[in-house]
């Protein structure tokens, strides 16, 4: 079975272990993108296991590791230690938590040099504790997401679970940004001009980090899930 899933030109998903976060069980992602040059670009990295580096070693050379928010981290070190020419970059905030990596950048609006014939950028900002770069990978126009909107297949839930993510409003098909993080987003006018933003670029598919991905309507889920912040339903 490949570790690799394509899902456009240039464009693929890989899925990763279920980690805990304060006892909930979280499927994690990692989306890979191929750039003109050849290399690659590797949003959300997770474990490398071997059959994972054989695929992406056929694909390019491991280029660009990407930690788009302060908890999307977990395994930028395993990945730095398989390909120590990889450069680091880190979602603002990071690198004072994590001072045992080198990181080569901190990421902004604006796209590194690499990458900025493929995709768009943005920091999420309005809140304190979740700031989140996402990206947009242009021919495709596919959304990037880490944490910002999550997914959960109910069916992968236990009871318990189950009814903790249905109350935190990130259940499929009605997955959103969980109701914890809207509580931290005080500047809100910052934060819907970051969505208007965002739908402003089009989007017609969004990889998330957590649950299932959005295939088609990407704008209308995109509307329901911040309507909470953008009064639009």
């Known amino acids: 079975?490949?570790?690799?899933?394509?899902?456009?030109?240039?464009?693929?998903?890989?899925e990763g272990e279920t980690v805990r976060f304060f006892g909930m069980p979280f499927p994690t992602r990692m989306t890979v993108v191929r750039l003109a040059s050849g290399a690659l670009w590797l949003h959300s990295p997770i474990r490398p296991s071997d059959a994972l580096c054989a695929e992406l070693d056929a694909l390019g050379e491991v280029a660009h590791l990407i930690s788009p928010n302060k908890i999307h981290h977990l395994f930028m070190g395993d990945f730095a230690a398989r390909?120590?020419?990889?450069?680091?970059?880190?979602?603002?905030?990071?690198a004072k938590r994590r001072e045992d990596l080198r990181f080569d950048a901190t990421l902004d609006d604006a796209p590194e040099a690499a990458w900025a014939d493929a995709l768009d950028q943005l920091?999420?900002?309005?809140?304190?504790?979740?700031?989140?770069?996402?990206?947009?990978?242009?021919s495709s126009r596919?959304?990037?997401?880490?944490?910002?909107?999550e997914n959960f297949d109910p069916k992968t839930l236990g009871?318990?679970?189950?009814?903790?993510a249905r109350l935190g409003g990130?259940?499929?098909p009605h997955g959103g940004m969980p109701r914890?993080?809207?509580?931290?987003?005080?500047?809100?006018?910052?934060?819907?001009?970051?969505?208007?933003r965002i739908l402003a670029w089009g989007p017609e598919r969004i990889i998330l980090s957590h649950g299932l991905c959005v295939s088609e309507d990407a704008g209308g889920f995109l509307q329901r899930s911040f309507a909470w912040l953008t009064g639009q339903a």
Do not use: Q
């Open 159 to 164: 009871p318990v679970f189950r009814v903790v």
């Open 123 to 138: 920091v999420v900002r309005g809140s304190k504790v979740m700031e989140e770069v996402v990206f947009l990978h242009r």
């Open 180 to 196: 914890d993080w809207r509580l931290s987003f005080r500047d809100r006018e910052t934060a819907r001009a970051c969505v208007e």
């Open 83 to 94: 390909y120590p020419g990889a450069r680091l970059y880190a979602s603002p905030g990071l």
């Open 170 to 172: 990130v259940v499929h």
């Open 142 to 149: 596919t959304l990037i997401v880490a944490d910002l909107i």
């Open 1 to 14: 079975m490949s570790a690799l899933t394509p899902v456009a030109e240039d464009l693929w998903i890989a």
